[in-house]
């Protein structure tokens, strides 16, 4: 009788045990169930802004600036917040060469931490783009982020100017500007975060979240009230004609050419990026002025 002979897997067979942030989102979480949710617009998005938008000034030309080589920059918690550090960190990896690049995260989210862990891990000698400041406190299992009271206070307390700020939120109110929150307990947290100080502040909505459900957190206005850009992404959808004329009539109702009617002495920027998909080309609509007292 033959003896069997079980051969030993070669290592690119073995089964690669999960990451860190694959190991968060395997559990029954409130994240969990949303990361998978239209996660080929979230790519989408977050490619884009880290080909277009991450470190450059504002108005810069991607084919011909140079990259800032140092930010800070805020993340609030959400899956596609996270795509998009990914996705930016992926960028840093393909233009080492023009770096160093020297990036401290913030994060009230338990994901963003996993993410720079595993690409540091991934990636050594990049570690200076992924220095990570902690918020204090208890992580919600089912956030996935410090959202209580430890965390507000610490967050109010901080005076920094932020370089960037990415944002996202369960729905986007296309008649008020709002951003909503599917869960009450974390709006404190979201709105301590979005309403920080920044040079730019980018919101990311996937083409299905212009529901205007939940519980609203802060508003366009507020965004523009503290930062010199907002710019709001999205995927190209059979919405588009909507989502830009309801976008045209918020930065009317928002901006003036008038320096006179300022709210502040500086002109603000609003600006609206519609990725292109399936052949579609991407388009971006731009609203300057004084925001209105």
């Not at 080492?96 to 020297?102: C, D, E, N, T, V």
Request: aromatic letters at 10%; glycine letters at 6%; hydrophobic letters at 40%.
């Amino acid at each position: 009788m033959d003896a069997t002979v079980i051969d030993r897997p070669h290592a690119e067979e073995r089964t690669a045990p999960p990451k860190v942030s694959d190991r968060w989102l395997h559990q029954e979480t409130w994240a969990a169930s949303r990361a998978h949710v239209q996660r080929d617009e979230k790519l989408l998005m977050a490619t884009h802004f880290a080909e277009h938008d991450f470190l450059l000034q504002y108005a810069a030309n991607p084919a011909t600036s140079d990259r800032e080589n140092t930010a800070s920059i805020l993340v609030n918690q959400g899956t596609c917040p996270n795509t998009v550090v990914g996705a930016s960190l992926q960028w840093i990896k393909v233009n080492a060469g023009q770096g160093p690049f020297h990036i401290t995260w913030y994060s009230p989210g338990a994901l963003v931490p996993a993410t720079l862990f595993e690409f540091r891990q991934e990636n050594p000698d990049l570690s200076v783009s992924t220095h990570i400041h902690l918020l204090p406190g208890t992580v919600d299992l089912q956030l996935q982020a410090q959202i209580g009271i430890e965390a507000q206070e610490y967050v109010r307390k901080l005076t920094r100017q932020f370089s960037y700020m990415l944002l996202s939120g369960h729905s986007f109110d296309l008649d008020t500007g709002d951003v909503k929150f599917h869960f009450d307990r974390e709006v404190p947290i979201q709105r301590t975060c979005a309403l920080l100080k920044a040079t730019e502040k980018y919101l990311f909505f996937d083409s299905k979240k212009f529901t205007g459900e939940g519980e609203v957190g802060y508003s366009l206005g507020d965004l523009l009230g503290t930062s010199h850009s907002v710019v709001v992404y999205t995927v190209a959808s059979d919405r588009n004609d909507e989502i830009c004329a309801a976008f045209a009539a918020r930065a009317e109702a928002l901006l003036s050419k008038e320096p006179s009617q300022a709210g502040s002495g500086r002109a603000k920027s609003l600006r609206l990026t519609i990725v292109g998909r399936e052949g579609s080309s991407s388009r971006t609509f731009v609203y300057e002025g004084f925001l209105k007292a």
